[in-house]
């Protein structure tokens, strides 16, 4: 699509205003709404200035001033919005070079696939990501010095079973939600009202279903596409999700971890490399892969401690990523075993399907970040040639503890992360994809503003645990 495209269907449709999303550091979407009029065809080349001083992980006010340049290639009309508005994507570029700032994550992004271009190795990079998600009814918190709690409900959340008012009983246990019909699945015509919006936003769902824990945890999964375009989609995605469900009276969230005891959010994501139309990670080496394939295993694997520092970004992460909830801790790749941090789907020898699937990151991300840094990761692999080493047929969870030591292990708390993206970026800088700066930036705005908010706060377990001490 070009700008006269996008203007001849902003005419047709009768578009009232157009608005312009951007993401911001940690990953949450922002928009600017204009007039219809003010786009014209000079919009797409001048932008539009705005102040970014305000955003987070961003500019500071003596540096303020930025522009939004549309991208043309994808718009559509918000199914939400009273009066008929035209939504784009928008890159973030300095005013003075009209360069990509170095702050804005989709920048990082279309870089990375520069990045891969120029490397010869591959044209393309298709990204399927799995984003779950929970549905809530109620929802509300608090963190004063002296006061704080949590607390959320859901109709199917085992723990309303003595609910007076409006129960019939057809609760899911936890653990035991996967994929049941009604009605203890209650969601299904959410799920499918959210699938018909995605239709309309140019994102195709290829199936949706209740997850695995109790209270409302669902999975609506959509096509793969080049890594650019599945971050624009993703961020999409979380965008009709969460806004359908207001229309239910129901409240989305995509945190990694909300329930104690059951089943946390992940999100699993299939990757591949293709060139001239044709698939790289088929051959003839382990479950039916190339060696490139296996020498981007290696890479991710490799660099999987630093790269989780994008791809599973908050503290609440890794109280998902912990044995024995089927998030992967373990740094080991396999052919169908869902407790290894990598695992090669088997569904068809057809070469076009194989991929690998990193299980590790979760929705929380910001996910042209996380892309790119697995990107980076595998690129690394092939270009220096990291072999994975033998895989792991075995069920982790079943190993003993001397099994366990050989293999490595993902961080365990957000901290370390960042202190391993501290120690290992050099991967991430070839191409100019990523920044030093951006990366301190990073890894600043974590620990000031999330781990250290959490470290210094009293849990309210402590004082069940210490306050008869």
Known sequence: MDPKSVLNFANDEGVKFVDLRFTDLPGSWQHISFPISQLTEESFTEGFGFDASSIRGWANISESDMLLIPDPSRFWIDPFFEEPTLCLFADVVEPLTHQGYIYDPRSVAERAEAYLRSTGLADVAYFGPEAEFFV????????????????FESGEGNWTSDNPDENLGFR?????????????????????????????????????????????QCEIDFRFASMLTTADNLMLFKYIVRNTALQYGKSVTFMPKPLYGDNGSGMHCHQSLWKDGQPLFG????????????Y???????????????????????????????APVNLAYSARNRSAAIRIP?????????????????????????????LMAGLDGILNKIHPGEPLEKDIYDMNEAEKLHIPRLPASLEEALAALEADHEFLLAGGVFTKELITRHIEYKRKREVEALRLRPHPIEFQLYFDV
């Not at 981007?296 to 024995?324: C, D, E, M, Q, W």
């Not at 020898?349 to 970040?369: A, G, I, M, Q």
């Open 296 to 326: 981007y295993i290696g890479g991710l694997l490799k660099h999987a401690p630093a790269v989780i520092a994008f791809a599973a970004p908050t503290t609440n992460s890794y109280k998902r990523l912990v044995p024995g909830y089927e």
């Open 283 to 294: 051959g003839d080496q382990y479950a039916d892969l190339s060696e490139m394939a296996l």
């Open 136 to 151: 809530f009814d109620h929802v509300s918190f608090l963190n004063d010095p002296h006061h704080a709690f949590f607390r």
């Open 172 to 216: 899911i246990r936890t653990k035991e939600g996967y994929v049941p019909v009604p009605p203890f699945d209650s969601l299904q015509d959410l799920r499918s009202e959210i699938a018909l919006n995605l239709e309309a936003v140019g994102i195709s769902p290829e199936c949706h279903h209740h997850e695995v824990a109790s209270g409302g």
């Open 346 to 374: 088997v569904f068809s020898k057809n070469p076009k399907t194989k991929r690998l699937e990193f299980r590790p990151p979760d929705p929380s991300c910001n996910p042209y970040l996380a892309m790119s840094a697995m």
